[in-house]
């Protein structure tokens, strides 16, 4: 298994680099030229807790990505 830290990967790519890639993606999104299935939901454990996984594609760029969202209601009621 393999951890990125926040460190590793501010070495791979810059916050500028990122938000100019997201203004190509969303233009992209507003022309209806991506395709987006319906996120995947992982329970993990019926406490609530949850990894979401929402890929996307770009035809034209034959660009992929993911975003990952993991959720812990409990965690964070103790951590408040």
Known sequence: MKLLR???IE???S???VIDIMKEVFAEVGKNNVVIPER????LNNRNDEVLFMPGY???????GT???SVFPR??????
Request: aromatic residues 6%.
């Open 6 to 8: 926040r460190e590793d």
């Open 11 to 13: 070495k791979l790519i």
């Open 15 to 17: 916050i500028k680099e």
């Open 40 to 43: 995947s939901v992982i329970d």
């Open 58 to 64: 770009i035809p034209e760029t034959s660009s992929i």
């Open 67 to 69: 975003k990952i969202v």
């Open 75 to 80: 965690t964070l009621v103790r951590w408040w």
